[in-house]
């Protein structure tokens, strides 16, 4: 009791925060002293503090998220060097599983020959197939941006041992176009003679399937003779 009458009875001053400007009531004669939220936030502020090493760092070297400016400032990362490319760049510190190449090396890796994801190339939705080829391959010129070239073009041009024009056409004689044996295919030297040959097939193709539609009217109406006297009626 005696300790709170004290209080009551001390002299009080107003002082101003120099940060937020809010007044308020205090026991000492200090006018600029900053309030209790405002110190708060100076001491919060001096503990996250970054503090950014100076100079390049080594291989193997470790750092916080924080003192490399990542969104991961708890995570550890640790600066590695690609096996591949030699690029340098941090990476995810996972112990002994920490990554020894860069994404875009990765990227490249799948496509190789003797990589495990490798699956002989891709087919397109069109039906034909596709390979992937490394840029110091001979028939490298025959691919696409992405580096991809055409199978049954790369089966032609490894026979005739030079690499194929932009205007010549690799044709597939029995139509199928995953059959990239070198006995199916055949060279034009432009697409007007494939043209006339895939419109020939496929009118073949329309009389043939029109011959069968017959065919099968002319059974049933064997089978069954009423058949064709109510359509002999209906004519």
């Known amino acids: 009791m005696a300790d709170q009458k004290t209080n009551v009875n001390k002299k009080k001053y ?3 925060c120099p940060f937020c400007g809010t007044k308020r009531e205090i026991t000492s004669n200090a006018p600029n002293r900053q309030c209790l939220s ?14 950014i090493p100076k100079g390049k760092p080594f291989i193997g070297e470790i750092r916080y998220g924080r003192e490399i400016l990542s969104k991961d400032a708890k995570h550890r990362f640790i600066w590695a060097k690609c096996e591949d490319c030699g690029k340098e760049r941090w990476v995810s ?4 599983h920490n990554r020894t190449i860069c994404r875009h090396c ?4 799948r496509h190789r020959r003797d990589s495990p994801a490798w699956n002989e190339g891709r087919l397109l939705p ?5 390979l992937k080829l490394e840029s110091d391959d001979f028939y490298f010129s025959m691919t696409d941006q992405k580096g991809y070239v055409s199978e049954h073009r790369l089966v032609m041009a490894k026979y005739l041992n030079r690499c194929l024009l932009a205007w010549e056409v690799v044709h597939h004689k029995n139509g199928n176009k995953q059959d990239n044996r070198i006995e199916n295919l055949e060279l034009l030297p432009t697409k ?14 329309r009389q043939q399937r029109k011959i ?3 065919e099968g009217i002319i059974l049933s109406f064997e089978k069954k003779p009423e058949l064709r006297v109510a359509h002999r009626q209906e004519g």
Request: charged content about 30%; overall charge positive; hydrophobic content about 40%.
């Open 14 to 16: 107003i002082a101003t």
């Open 38 to 51: 405002c110190a708060l936030k100076e001491i919060h502020k001096a503990q996250r503090a970054i503090v």
């Open 93 to 96: 510190h996972r112990g002994t």
């Open 126 to 130: 069109n039906g034909y197939k596709i």
């Open 212 to 214: 069968k539609y017959l």
């Open 192 to 205: 007007r003679f494939h043209v006339v040959d895939t419109q020939a097939k496929s009118l073949i193709k």
């Open 106 to 109: 990765a990227i490249k890796r």
